[in-house]
């Protein structure tokens, strides 16, 4: 369960016997019940521009904005996001792009939007420091929570499959 290993183990230990039980797919289910629909990278870059343009208006501008079948949840990534500078015709022209696993294409929205708002935090904060996870809060106030139940998500499909 390498995605609950910061976690206290009275709590790893509950995540384990529903595992065991072949009830955790079941707990998921019940609290998160529809996935979202945003399948299409056009439809994901709208959901991510709503959420840009509602909580990080005056920020630099996202270039690209895509599911990517290369990110791997094995490497600990379920989404990316990289500022690239390039020399363009004498201008220094630098680049915002937002990249998420293609596994987050059938999951719950608000699986969705706590990848999202993390991408999104990194166009302002570019270190996982206070002020990353004080931004992350602001655009979603539930954000840790939503960040445990997408590391239990990831340990049930590590463990016996996707489940939308």
């Known amino acids: 369960m390498k995605y609950l290993l910061h976690y206290p183990d009275g709590v790893q230990a509950r995540i384990r ?33 709503g959420l840009k343009s509602q909580y990080l ?18 490497k600990n990534a379920l989404g990316t996001h990289s500022y690239v500078s390039r020399v363009q015709g004498g201008k220094l022209k630098a680049k915002n792009e937002i990249r998420i696993s293609t596994l987050f294409k059938k999951v719950p929205e608000a699986f ?25 809060k602001h655009m979603l106030p539930d954000y840790h929570q939503l960040e445990f ?15 939308y």
Do not use: W
Request: hydrophobic share 35%; net charge negative.
């Open 112 to 136: 969705l939007a706590m990848i999202t708002v993390h991408e999104l935090a990194h166009v302002r904060e570019k270190e996982h420091n206070n002020a990353f996870y004080q931004l992350c």
């Open 57 to 74: 208006k005056k920020s630099d501008p996202i270039s690209k904005i895509i599911y990517d079948p290369k990110i791997h949840v094995v």
């Open 149 to 163: 139940d997408v590391r239990v998500y990831l340990t049930q499909v590590e463990e016996l499959g996707e489940i």
């Open 17 to 49: 016997e529903l595992l065991e039980q072949d009830q955790l797919a079941s707990y998921l289910r019940s609290k998160y019940p529809m996935v979202h629909d945003y399948p299409t990278d056009k439809a994901l870059r709208g959901y991510v521009m």
